[in-house]
């Protein structure tokens, strides 16, 4: 998904400008955001020992950060309400 460093020949070229591989570099992207985010909120070090022990560490913090990014939805959601019923009130 990431375009390959130095000289390519002509299909890797064509390969890199077709829709599939430019869909999944933009995703990439996307998974990098998600993976600092999870790195800013405790994921930059893995106390749990073992494969299972990470896999586990990982799962919670993919909670975690799913529980955190409800809450700020649901904080935008209730400051939009409230201002709704501010402009009612003073109208």
């Given amino acids: 998904m990431l375009p390959k460093k130095g000289k390519r020949c002509a299909a890797e070229c064509e390969r890199e400008h077709g829709p599939r591989f ?8 996307a998974i ?17 020992h073992g494969l299972d022990g990470f896999r586990r560490y990982v799962a919670l913090a993919v909670v975690g950060r799913n529980v955190h ?23």
Avoid: N
């Fill in 69 to 91: 990014r409800l809450g700020a939805i649901l904080l935008t959601q209730e400051a939009e309400a409230q201002r709704r019923r501010r402009r009612k009130r003073a109208a």
């Fill in 32 to 48: 990098e955001s998600t993976i600092s985010a999870l790195e800013a909120h405790g994921l930059d070090r893995c106390p749990d």
């Fill in 22 to 29: 430019i869909a999944q570099r933009h995703q990439h992207a």
